[in-house]
């Protein structure tokens, strides 16, 4: 006898690293609303909604996909010292703490945090050993 395969209606969005998604499943439909991280868009804005019916099977107006960055919160290690950054979410910006080991004319600088500003700039200015930006090609801002 035949084995009936259950098909999965209107599919959740597989896990995506610049967007967080919530969905709301009804009789009928489920709706999600998907947000972009900090520094990340759309083209038309920074929060998609987007309805499957369960009858179509479809996601309205277009399926799940990543957000295009507009902003470049990465640094890079250019002299001795050490970074550990995390990455910006929908409710934070992206932070780095930064410590610089003494390097030719330039002192020690001790471990400090650095954060990301919504417009790309850090709150204060990055020491010596590490130099903003990945080189990434960046989308301009939706507004």
Not at 86 to 114: L, N
């Amino acid at each position: 006898m035949p084995r009936r395969v259950k098909r999965e209606l209107c599919a959740y969005p597989r896990n995506l690293r610049t967007a967080d998604v919530v969905c709301k499943t009804t009789v009928n439909a489920v709706n999600c609303t998907q947000v972009c991280i900090f520094g990340h868009t759309f083209k038309e804005g920074v929060t998609r909604t987007m309805t499957c019916s369960k009858k179509e099977n479809v996601w309205h107006p277009f399926g799940f996909e990543e957000c295009d960055p507009f902003v470049d919160c990465s640094v890079s290690l250019i002299s001795p010292g050490s970074v550990d950054c995390y990455t910006g979410t929908t409710r934070s910006s992206p932070m780095c703490y930064v410590s610089c080991q003494s390097y030719e004319d330039q002192k020690a600088i001790p471990r400090r945090t650095y954060e990301c500003q919504l417009n790309g700039i850090w709150n204060r200015p990055l020491p010596f050993c590490v130099t903003s930006g990945s080189g990434n090609t960046i989308v301009s801002q939706s507004q």
